[in-house]
């Protein structure tokens, strides 16, 4: 199946700084999103991107499908921007066998 | 409107016993998951049902059992809890198999 690595594993920022996080994934890939998982556990959709660039107020995120990566944007950190942010996709013609990174645990200090 | 709904949100259970975990969305989703979340393991998929009717295995099936009740209700049952079930349960639904997931709070499940 399709393997998703991101990067980095840990990241600590002083808060007001900006940061980006890197989704990689070994095939072609119909869609991808991005989560962040509160430090209560709740998962909250961030960016349904297959392709191209959003954004959402501090946050944006670009996919390059054809080179296989996708990458989020924080900028001006909070210490709410803690958690644990995944990218997860299915691969291309993998029907709803989404497949997610282990993530990347971010830790905003005031 | 309150999206995927799961219950229990905690549950203990000792080994051998059986439980369903429940799962429920608003949103006229077809497709709907469970996963598990292990420390350092991202979240994994159980089983999934792309519509109602059909249910298919996921990633790590085994020790596990679901039912699609209808359109909107996706159940999970442990049969016979072992230790190794230990984790963090999340239900999601999604319109179609492609398409944006949303996920429920997740049930803490402990087996000992």
């Known amino acids: 199946g399709i393997q998703v690595e991101q990067s980095p594993p840990d990241l600590i920022l002083q808060e007001g700084a900006n940061s980006t996080l890197r989704c990689n994934f070994s095939?072609?890939?119909?869609?991808l999103q991005w989560f962040h998982q509160n430090p209560w556990g709740q998962l909250i959709n961030l960016f349904y991107?297959?392709?191209g660039t959003k954004q959402n107020g501090r946050l944006s995120a670009t996919t390059v499908a054809t080179e296989r990566y996708s990458l989020l944007y924080i900028s001006s950190s909070q210490t709410t921007d803690s958690g644990v942010y995944f990218c997860?996709?299915?691969?291309?013609?993998?029907?709803?066998?989404?497949?997610f990174g282990i993530g990347t645990k971010l830790q905003v200090i005031p | 409107n309150a999206g995927v709904t799961q219950t229990p949100k905690f549950q203990v259970l000792k080994t051998g016993q059986s439980m369903t975990l429940q799962c429920a969305q608003d949103?006229?989703?077809?497709?709907m998951y469970w996963y598990r979340q292990d420390p350092g393991m991202g979240l994994r998929l159980i089983y999934y049902?792309?519509?109602?009717?059909?249910?298919d295995k996921g990633e790590v099936p085994n020790g596990y059992n679901v039912s699609r009740l209808n359109k909107r209700e996706f159940s999970l049952r442990l049969e016979s809890a072992a230790p190794s079930q230990t984790s963090v349960y999340f239900c999601?639904?999604?319109?179609?198999?492609?398409?944006?997931?949303?996920f429920g709070q997740g049930t803490r499940l402990t087996v000992v």
């Open positions: 997860a996709a299915p691969p291309a013609g993998g029907y709803q066998k989404v497949t």
């Open positions: 049902s792309a519509s109602e009717g059909t249910t």
């Open positions: 949103m006229n989703h077809n497709s």
């Open positions: 991107i297959p392709s």
């Open positions: 095939d072609s890939v119909n869609n």
């Open positions: 999601a639904s999604s319109v179609g198999g492609l398409t944006e997931a949303f």
